[in-house]
Every structure is written in C-alpha cells, then in structure tokens.
C-alpha cells in the first residue's frame, strides 16, 4: 500500500505541470515559431526585453495576436509587416536596410575604413620621418661606446 | 596648437551628441500611423454599452482621441488639463477606457469629472494595438478626413497642448 502512495505523489506535481503547460502542447508547432519570431522582437513596454521573454501586459496580449495570426496562416514576414506599421520599425531588433538606417548599418564599416586608412597614412609618415635619421660621425661613436661592444657602459669623454 | 585643436574639437562635437542624446526620451517611439487613416473599431460607449462608436461617425470633425484608464495614474496627471480643454470647447475629446473595467472607469469619471464627448471601451486592448498603443495615456489628433496628425505620449502638459495641439488644431480646422 504504502509504495502505492509514494508513486501517487511523485505523478502529482508532473500532472500539475501538465495542467499548466496547456497551450504549448495545443500547438507546439505554432508554438515554436512565435517564440522564435518574439525572440527578435522588441517589447515596447520594457525596451530591452525581447516581446518573447516580457511578462509585460502588452506583450502577452502581443504574443497572443502572433499565435492567432499564426494559425490563421499568416507568414512571418506578414506578421512583422502587421507589428511594423502599428509600432514601427523600432519592434524589430534588426532593423530593415533602408536609405534612412544606412548611416546605421554602413556607418561602423566607415568608420572603420577611415580608421585603416589613418592609421596607414601616419605610418606611412612616420617610416619617412624614421628614414631621415642619420647619424654623424662622432654620433656614431658615441652610440658605440653606450653599446659598449661587450665593456658594459661607458661614460662620453668629456 | 593645430595639435590640440583636433582632439578639442572631437570632444566638442561628441559633447554635443551626447547632451542631444540626453534629452532624447527612449519611451517616445516615432508612431508610424502619423499621416495614415486612424485606425478602425466599433467599440460600446461606457456611458451606454448599447451604443457602438467607430472613427467613421466623426468625419468631418477635428478631434482628439485619448486613450486612458482607470488604472493609470500618469492618466490623471493630465485629467484636469483635458477637463480645461473640454470646457474652453475648441476640440472635442474622445476618450477610450484601455484594458479596465468599465465600472472602474465610470468611477473615475464620477469623481474627478468627464472631458470626453463619450469614452468607449476596449476590453481586450485590441483597438489599442491597431493604435500602436503601448503605455497609457496616448492622444492622436485626428483630422476631418479621419487621418491621424499628431501623437503624443504620455500625460499631455499644458506646454505640449499650447505650442503643439492648439495650433494644429487650429490649423486643421480651417
């Protein structure tokens, strides 16, 4: 009798789990592709929460219009057309390459080529300014008897 | 000198950004409904739930649309400015009563007064997201061809309502 019990209580916080999770396993399929759809979506509410991971009001009503747009066929990319032209691009993390994000998408790569390009330009000066150096005679000595060719360091005759 | 000047004016300018940067408010997102038809809905009056408003029954006016709720506090921030508004009478204002309870917001509105021509009811927060509403209050200025004009977020001051409301109204309904 007693093992009976045991097993009994085991099962039941699995079948309270099974009560909650309802609605993925109504339809995981839908499911999976709106959480993968939010995961890159804004939550407006809490901005630096993804509309898949917010407990925000709005997200949840937002997630429940994804899933119900979802089942009624609708495409990805129709959903996010649905989302953009309420909320605007700002819901979507990666945002769109047009004329007006141009400056953010291909503003790090001028930089960077600018940067290359600087960098290259004052070494290229310095290298000459480097090769201009040349020594005198006594310099020569001089720099000789600091290396000192094995005597250790010698101090310039006065 | 020339050597100072650059790395000075570098810093200058992104000291500049920066203070642009500053006052720039992340809640405020650039609505894409501005200059496109107010979105439509066909929603019960909270004063007559047996009666049904769409935008469609205020063509042909200047209209501002106030989204609120009862359980919003910023909302009655900005009661007693609309309330001004209602009495000097220039725009009428229709509100919505986002995601509440309707005898909540009835409430609100036997206490602290009514500045809406009539309120209607959004339960689920669907007209809502048509409105790309996401945190109350919000208020669309919506013109005689039912296009939205003017959004704002948040509780409306008095500065917003003088230098951008008032005279966009007065503009639209010329």
């Known amino acids: 009798m007693r093992p009976w019990i045991m097993v009994f209580a085991l099962w039941l916080p699995f079948a309270a789990m099974a009560g909650e999770a309802k609605p993925v396993a109504e339809d995981p399929v839908t499911e999976q592709r709106m959480i993968a759809l939010s995961e890159n979506l804004r939550c407006l509410v809490c901005q630096n929460e993804s509309l898949a991971g917010s407990r925000a009001e709005l997200a949840q009503d937002l997630r429940q219009e994804i899933r119900e747009q979802m089942r009624a066929g609708k495409s990805d990319a129709q959903v996010i057309e649905y989302l953009t032209q309420r909320y605007g691009d700002f819901v979507l993390y990666k945002p769109p390459v047009k004329p007006l994000t141009w400056l953010l998408w291909f503003g790090p790569f001028v930089l960077l080529i600018g940067a290359a390009g600087s960098l290259y330009a004052y070494i290229k000066r310095r290298g000459n300014r480097l090769a201009e150096v040349s020594l005198s005679q006594e310099e020569k000595k001089r720099v000789e008897a600091l290396l000192g060719n094995g005597h250790g360091e010698k101090r310039r005759p006065e | ?174």
């Not at chain 2, 409430?107 to 945190?135: F, H």
């Open chain 2, 1 to 174: 000198m020339k050597r100072f000047l650059i790395p000075l004016g570098i810093f200058i300018v992104l000291v500049g950004f920066l203070a642009v940067g500053l006052k720039l408010d992340p809640r405020e997102v650039p609505s894409p409904l501005i200059g496109k038809p107010a979105p439509d809905f066909k929603l019960a009056l909270l004063s007559d739930p047996a009666r049904q408003l769409s935008p469609a029954d205020l063509r042909g006016k200047v209209w501002l649309f106030n989204v609120w709720a009862s359980w919003c506090a910023a909302c009655r921030q900005e009661h007693p400015l609309l309330l001004d508004l209602a009495r000097q009478g220039g725009v009428p204002i229709y509100g919505m009563d986002y995601k509440d309870q309707p005898g909540d917001a009835q409430a609100v509105l036997d206490r602290y007064g009514n500045p809406y021509v009539e309120t209607v009811v959004d339960l689920d927060g669907r007209a809502g997201i048509n409105y790309g509403v996401y945190g109350v209050p919000e208020t669309y200025l919506i013109d005689k061809n039912g296009i939205i004009r003017y959004k704002h977020i948040g509780p409306v001051t008095q500065e917003i309502l003088d230098k951008k409301i008032l005279p966009l109204v007065k503009e639209l309904q010329q």
